[in-house]
């Protein structure tokens, strides 16, 4: 038998739909583990994510061998469910050279909203998929936890990491050498532009893309420049780019 205890936000029925495992069923502790809190996959379809992702922070679930006779085992579940969480206060830290705003608007999370553990690991790639920190150091940290109240603080911890690339390549054809030198700044900041304080040494942390890159030959050279920012105005999330090049070209026959 399998039984569950304490549970009154979900049925039994909607339990065991996401619990898999029914009477009769050759017992798989491994299997148990996973279907109750999979370690392994922080958006898996368990029990715990059921709970997690509907505001029980503060829940828990437990299964216990009541009774074996033989190779028979019934199993109680017993489930803790507590009150549900909203979030208080939402801070980020580490962060060195990205200005807040820009982590801020990325957030899936908002102070008064109700706990979501799939928010917090959309938060988490989303972050990651900015390009400016260690995706592997990202680390939301629970702070102030209060079970009676009801609330929860959370800290987004971030790790900076280059975001600017340099490129230089070399060759030969059509008759002569190629040259291309190329500079991305990955984490620009175009309002800063004209403060020499911001030098560092680009005015860097507002999240625009800047591109600067030169190719020449002893035929032509090209110069081009590409802008985009991917919060038009800094208040949607509507890209914004713009691109501008040069071309002179020299010894050239047209006859």
């Given at each position: 038998?399998?039984?569950?205890?304490?549970?009154?936000?979900?049925?039994?029925?909607?339990?065991?739909?996401?619990l898999?495992?029914g009477?009769?069923?050759?017992?798989?502790?491994?299997?148990?583990?996973?279907?109750?809190?999979?370690?392994?996959?922080?958006?898996?379809?368990?029990?715990?994510?059921?709970?997690?992702n509907?505001?029980?922070?503060?829940s828990?679930?437990?299964?216990?061998?009541?009774?074996?006779?033989?190779?028979?085992?019934?199993?109680?579940?017993?489930?803790?469910?507590?009150?549900?969480a909203?979030?208080?206060?939402?801070?980020?830290?580490?962060?060195?050279?990205?200005?807040?705003?820009?982590?801020?608007?990325e957030?899936?999370?908002?102070?008064?909203?109700?706990?979501?553990?799939?928010?917090?690991?959309?938060?988490?790639r989303?972050?990651?998929?900015?390009?400016?920190?260690?995706?592997?150091?990202?680390?939301?940290?629970?702070?102030?936890?209060?079970?009676?109240?009801?609330?929860v603080?959370?800290?987004?911890?971030?790790?900076e990491?280059?975001?600017?690339?340099?490129e230089?390549?070399?060759?030969?054809?059509g008759?002569g050498?190629?040259g291309?030198l190329?500079?991305?700044?990955?984490?620009?900041?175009?309002?800063?532009?004209w403060?020499?304080?911001?030098?560092?040494?680009?005015?860097?942390?507002?999240?625009?893309?800047?591109?600067?890159?030169?190719?020449?030959?002893?035929?032509?050279?090209?110069?081009?420049?590409t802008?985009?920012?991917p919060?038009l105005g800094?208040r949607?999330?509507?890209?914004?780019?713009?691109?501008?090049?040069r071309?002179?070209?020299?010894?050239?026959?047209?006859?």
């Amino acid at each position: 038998k399998i039984n569950f205890l304490g549970n009154t936000i979900y049925s039994d029925a909607q339990l065991f739909s996401v619990l898999k495992i029914g009477e009769g069923d050759t017992y798989n502790g491994v299997e148990l583990d996973k279907r109750i809190a999979d370690s392994d996959d922080p958006d898996a379809n368990d029990l715990t994510n059921l709970y997690q992702n509907s505001g029980y922070l503060f829940s828990s679930i437990t299964p216990v061998e009541v009774s074996a006779d033989g190779n028979v085992i019934d199993l109680e579940i017993r489930v803790t469910e507590g009150k549900p969480a909203y979030f208080n206060n939402i801070t980020v830290s580490g962060n060195d050279r990205t200005n807040d705003h820009v982590i801020y608007r990325e957030l899936r999370t908002r102070p008064g909203q109700l706990y979501n553990k799939s928010n917090v690991v959309r938060t988490i790639r989303e972050l990651g998929q900015l390009g400016f920190f260690d995706p592997e150091a990202i680390d939301p940290k629970f702070k102030n936890v209060d079970p009676a109240a009801g609330t929860v603080d959370i800290e987004y911890n971030v790790v900076e990491k280059g975001s600017s690339q340099i490129e230089l390549q070399g060759g030969y054809g059509g008759g002569g050498f190629i040259g291309t030198l190329g500079l991305s700044f990955n984490n620009f900041s175009m309002r800063n532009i004209w403060d020499k304080e911001s030098y560092k040494p680009v005015p860097s942390g507002d999240g625009q893309k800047l591109s600067l890159r030169l190719q020449a030959s002893q035929f032509f050279n090209t110069y081009s420049f590409t802008f985009s920012g991917p919060w038009l105005g800094g208040r949607q999330p509507v890209q914004f780019s713009t691109s501008l090049s040069r071309t002179n070209q020299f010894r050239y026959d047209f006859l």
